[in-house]
């Protein structure tokens, strides 16, 4: 099984500033990996995913993340945010192969201040 | 923009009663997953779908079943209804076996009163 643990569950920054928010997963088999951006009363949207290749992963809005196998690690950065990227964020694992359950961690909620 | 379309978009419910909730799959996409997200929580797995037949299950009782249609669209159901069965309900269409991830609905956000 599959376990992703977000050890922030609010972080707030400063318009501007850089932010890093923080994912560890648990699995004995390979996986991807997800970031997962969700608006109040919205769906889920996919910000950027890890499937294979380069560990250092682009996604949109100006995030990136990078994988990181030995620290079971896949953290979320963005160098300068907005007031718009004011959201939840939800990393998310599964395994690679066979059907593809998506574990999701309890999200961090990024608060961006004027 | 996923192409994974669910309805209805809200809905109000009578502890006790039952619901349906429908999903349209992404073309091209033949499984479909089906995702509970209470207030403040990330979304839990409740089951998927492939090929018309259940293919893995969360944590659920048994009054959350589904159906896959040969569309591939599907739906869930929940039998007797309790309060804590209020949430948003998000629905992920995926390809079996492939190297692709799941795509998400915006959700229908079900109150229990």
């Known amino acids: 099984a599959q376990s992703v643990t977000q050890l922030d569950s609010q972080v707030p920054v400063f318009e501007e500033a850089p932010v890093e928010l923080r994912c560890n997963y648990s699995s004995s088999v390979s996986v991807y990996l997800f970031w997962y951006v969700q608006y109040p009363n919205q769906g889920l949207q996919l910000l950027l995913k890890y499937l294979s290749g380069s560990t250092l992963v682009k996604g949109i809005n100006g995030f990136e993340a990078e994988f990181n196998k030995s620290q079971t690690s896949f953290h979320l950065r963005k160098p300068s945010v907005h007031i718009s990227d004011t959201a939840e964020y939800f990393c998310a694992v599964s395994k690679t192969g066979g059907y593809q359950k998506v574990t999701f961690g309890t999200g961090t909620k990024l608060q961006v201040i004027p | 923009e996923t192409g994974v379309t669910q309805s209805p978009t809200h809905l109000i419910k009578t502890r006790g009663q039952q619901v349906t909730l429908r999903c349209s799959s992404q073309?091209?996409?033949?499984?479909v997953s089906w995702y509970q997200q209470a207030l403040g929580q990330g979304p839990q797995f409740i089951f998927q779908y492939y090929r018309e037949e259940e293919n893995g299950r969360g944590n659920f009782p048994p009054r959350f079943s589904g159906l896959q249609f040969p569309n591939y669209s599907s739906e869930l159901n929940v039998n007797a209804l309790e309060l804590d069965d209020s949430a948003l309900y998000l629905c992920a269409s995926s390809v079996q076996g492939k190297n692709t991830e799941a795509f998400f609905g915006q959700g229908t956000r079900l109150t229990v009163v």
């Open positions: 073309s091209g996409h033949n499984t």
